[in-house]
């Protein structure tokens, strides 16, 4: 009998030591990022570190709203996340190693590499970008183009996890 507790207690601990554990990245007040079941986040990591300054922080959040509102972080012309699901809740990871191109009205055109987090930015300082722009994404030599051109950078204004203004869900990859 005590051997079966102990094993099942083992178990237990086991298991949820799998389903939230401290990620790499820590912050002032803890750990940044946390492991989660895939049921939570595709990805299986979930950003948890609140504001912390972070290149990773907040995927699928509205980065230049946010920027733009709190007057803090840097100041983006182009910021998204690019996930493997139309359907991924905010602050779960997206996908590393997609890249982004933006091509301006005026014929330039910005590769964007996504980080660990499945986020992708175009500072201020490596602009202006001439409005509309055209969106593709790059993926293990797979191209996909957005279909309309496109006014506003913040991408995550029409890319949530239930789609807006037209857009089918989230940015995925091709």
């Known amino acids: ?3 079966s507790v102990s094993l099942s207690s083992s178990l ?7 389903v939230i554990e401290e990620h790499d990245e820590e912050g002032e007040d803890g750990p940044l990022v946390a492991e989660v079941s895939s049921e939570q986040c595709n990805a299986g990591l979930r950003w948890v570190g609140g504001d ?8 699928g959040g509205d980065c230049i709203g946010c920027h733009a509102s709190r007057g803090e972080g840097p100041r983006y012309l182009v910021a998204g996340t690019v996930f493997e699901m139309l359907d991924e809740p905010d602050d779960c990871f997206g996908l ?5 191109e933006i091509t301006d009205a005026e014929g330039r ?3 964007l590499p996504t980080n660990d987090a499945g986020n992708f930015f175009l500072a ?5 970008v001439a409005m509309p722009y055209r969106a593709a ?4 030599g797979v191209r996909a183009e957005m279909a309309t051109p496109q006014s506003t950078g913040s ?5 949530t996890a239930t789609g807006a203004q037209g857009a089918p869900g989230r940015i995925i990859a091709p």
């Open 12 to 18: 237990l601990l086991l298991a949820s030591a799998c």
């Open 155 to 159: 991408c995550a204004t029409c890319h």
């Open 109 to 111: 055109t910005w590769s």
């Open 52 to 59: 912390e300054e972070s290149t990773r922080m907040h995927p």
């Open 124 to 128: 201020a300082q490596d602009g202006p």
């Open 96 to 100: 590393e190693g997609v890249t982004v």
């Open 137 to 140: 994404l790059v993926a293990e």
């Open 1 to 3: 009998m005590l051997r």
